[in-house]
């Protein structure tokens, strides 16, 4: 079954448990939380202990996508924090498979990003030990930004990939989601949609999820 997980970036941070006491109740499958540096991409957002204490007030799998220069740095922090699914940029990370064996070793799920205009090229070497893909689909760094709807052929590039070398892979697409999109966005092969803006910022967080369910439930 595919997920829905809403990004808390568009949340209101001051109200951070009951934003996602909020979406669990509207029927979330997992906790999508950015992490930036101000470095990596051009906005600083949360680091571990905040990650430690959302983990303390949900039981949603925490998916978090770590958009920092050289993550291998802090990882032990994050891996500390109670993530479940760890996700680094292969345009952050030197050391790529160290890092990504290194969030292996710490008991979490192994993510890599592609920002969008990274190759999937890049993933040669990597395929073979990664349980995550995040193709994102807006330059990481901030909420609200359109789809690039160029990244369709990215994203079913992505699956036959996937399904040709490790099929075991998710592949979670970030960016621009929304209740109008999604639906072609899954059709092209995205087994996790990241919604940031598009649940946080509508009036009922069950309705919209609801929608989006809807029109998961479409594809097939
Ligand atoms: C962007 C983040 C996304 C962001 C998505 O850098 O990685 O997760 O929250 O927000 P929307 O869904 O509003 O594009
Ligand atoms: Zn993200």
Do not use: W
Not at 5 to 29: C, M, R, Y
């Amino acid at each position: 079954m595919r997920k829905i997980a809403p990004s808390i970036l568009s949340s209101n941070f001051a109200k951070l448990a009951e934003e996602i006491a909020a979406v669990e109740d509207a029927g979330a499958d997992m906790v999508h939380v950015d992490v930036m540096d101000g470095r990596f991409v051009p906005n600083l957002t949360i680091g571990p202990p905040i990650i430690g204490s959302i983990r303390k007030v949900t039981d949603l799998p925490l998916d978090v996508h770590l958009m920092i220069e050289a993550p291998e740095r802090s990882l032990d922090q994050y891996i500390e924090a109670g993530c479940d699914f760890i996700t680094v940029h292969v345009e952050a990370s030197t050391h790529l498979h160290r890092t990504v064996q290194a969030v292996k070793e710490g008991g979490c799920k192994a993510g890599v990003s592609l920002n969008p205009a990274t190759p999937l090229s890049m993933l040669d070497d990597i395929m073979e030990d990664i349980d995550l893909l995040l193709i994102m689909t807006v330059n990481p760094g901030f909420g609200g930004q359109a789809f690039i709807k160029t990244m369709f052929p990215k994203i079913t590039g992505a699956r036959r990939l996937i399904d040709s070398r490790n099929p075991g892979v998710l592949l979670e697409v970030d960016g621009g989601v929304t209740v109008d999109n999604i639906g072609a966005i899954a059709d092209a092969g995205a087994d996790i949609l990241v919604a940031g803006s598009s649940i946080f910022h509508s009036p009922d967080y069950a309705v919209t999820i609801g929608r989006m369910r809807e029109r998961l439930r479409a594809v097939v």
